[in-house]
């Protein structure tokens, strides 16, 4: 398996537009996190999913984020409209059981610019 | 003040020396995870601890529950080991559940 595979590596957006997140979890892993890295506030949770459910929202710092989970292969996270403190890698991580169990593999993270 | 407190926050170590890098957290928590974030910004899960002692190769977590604390040790540092570590503290209270962060400790192991 290739591992956790996020998309776009880098994105640069103007404040105001939207900006859609992209995750391909590990096959048959049946949870999937997204987290956000920044240099004031280091790693937080954002969301977490099981079996493609929500679970956990509380991280999410706002109504302007969304994340979806259409199917087992496959997560969005998407800010809308995006503002200059949205500005963080982004990170998606799979595991097969959850933050209690087991541990967690991350992708690449994705760099997000708005200016 | 954070609920997740590492330390040192920066670690300058020499090849071969024995490094301790120290996670106490003021939460009662379900597990503890340590991670290591690369220079180039990947972030690797080394271990998921909820009691005991853990090794995989030359690294050993160590957590003692009553004293809400962990260790991570490196034995035998090397260059290759230069990187942030990272704990997080998971919890669980009824169906809600928090994963907090420490700020990390940056190592450095030189030459």
Redesign the interface.
């Known amino acids: 398996d290739a591992g956790v595979i996020q998309s776009p590596r880098h994105e640069v957006t103007e404040m105001g537009q939207e900006v859609t997140l992209r995750c391909k979890p590990i096959s048959g892993h049946d949870y999937l996190f997204w987290y956000r890295q920044t240099m004031m506030r ?4 954002l969301i977490y999913f099981n079996n493609n459910v929500p ?2 929202d ?2 999410m710092p706002e109504d302007r984020f969304s994340a979806k989970m259409p199917n087992a292969s496959f997560s969005t996270l998407k800010i809308q409209p995006s503002e200059p403190r949205d500005s963080a ?1 982004y ?1 998606c ?1 799979s595991s097969l059981r959850g ?8 992708g ?2 994705t ?1 997000l610019t708005v200016v | 003040k954070n609920e997740v407190e590492q330390s040192p926050q920066n670690l300058t170590a020499q090849e071969g020396e024995f490094i301790t890098i120290n996670c106490s957290y003021s939460v009662g928590i ?2 503890l ?1 340590w ?1 290591q974030q690369h220079p180039g ?8 601890l ?1 009691s005991g002692k853990k090794k995989h190769g030359r690294l050993i977590a160590t957590i003692n529950i009553q004293e809400k604390h962990s260790s991570l040790h490196i034995t035998a540092s090397h260059p290759r080991d230069s990187a942030v570590y ?1 704990c ?1 503290a ?1 919890g ?1 209270a009824g169906t ?4 907090t ?4 400790t940056r190592l450095q192991v030189t030459l």
């Open positions: 280091g790693l937080e949770l679970i956990d509380s991280g890698v990170f991580a933050l209690w169990a087991g541990e967690a593999f991350f690449q993270g760099r | 379900s597990a995870h991670l910004g990947g972030i690797v899960s080394l271990f998921m909820s990272i997080a998971f669980r809600a559940s928090k994963l962060f420490g700020t990390g």
